[in-house]
């Protein structure tokens, strides 16, 4: 796994550890097994991102805190450039560019979300408490939410309940590009 998993994975841990939360309260809160969350908390098994909104919204713990290590901290806007939000490279399949990291008590999670092809690999599927939003900015995706597989072209979106389990895939060998709100 990257370091960058490892770093997520340490913040998990040490947020677990400063909280005084037991293990298997963890576990529940994730919606994982217990032996499921000590391999995130242990970095070598890539932590879902709904895994992390959910920690995220029960501590009340930004979201890109978890992800980045860093504290909002604009109140009244916060400005990322093309190409300039901090980003982290899930897998070698996914990349989550964040756009609100410095906006502190954001009502929402906005990121760019690169999703190399990968058409020999199944949709990972995953939930997370709240809502979603993705807008396809390039490429065509493959979008499985509640069992349901919808395919989704440049500038279709898609608004959805993310305890449904869902998940993505890049189509036609090509990179896709889609904004993600995580709500």
Do not use: W
Not at 43 to 58: A, E, M, R, W
Not at 74 to 87: E, I
Not at 138 to 156: A, F, I, K, S
Request: hydrophobic share 40%; with cysteine; net charge negative.
């Amino acid at each position: 796994m990257n370091e960058q998993i490892r770093e997520i994975a340490l913040r998990l841990s040490g947020l677990r550890e400063v909280l005084d939360i037991p293990v298997e309260e963890m576990a529940v809160t994730c919606q994982v097994s217990v032996e499921d969350y000590l391999g995130y908390e242990s970095g070598k098994t890539d932590i879902p991102i709904g895994v992390l909104q959910n920690v995220s919204k029960k501590y009340q713990v930004g979201l890109t805190t978890l992800l980045f290590g860093d504290e909002p901290n604009m109140k009244s806007y916060f400005l990322t450039r093309a190409g300039q939000g901090p980003a982290i490279e899930r897998s070698k399949a996914y990349k989550y560019q964040a756009l609100a990291a410095g906006f502190v008590g954001r009502k929402a999670d906005p990121f760019i979300v690169t999703v190399e092809p990968e058409e020999e690999k199944p949709v990972h599927l995953n939930s997370h408490n709240g809502q979603e939003f993705n807008l396809v900015l390039e490429g065509r995706m493959l979008l499985t939410v509640g069992g349901h597989e919808l395919v989704l072209n440049e500038g279709d979106s898609l608004y959805f309940d993310a305890t449904l389990p869902h998940g993505m895939k890049a189509l036609d060998g090509k990179t896709v590009r889609f904004l993600a709100a995580i709500f």
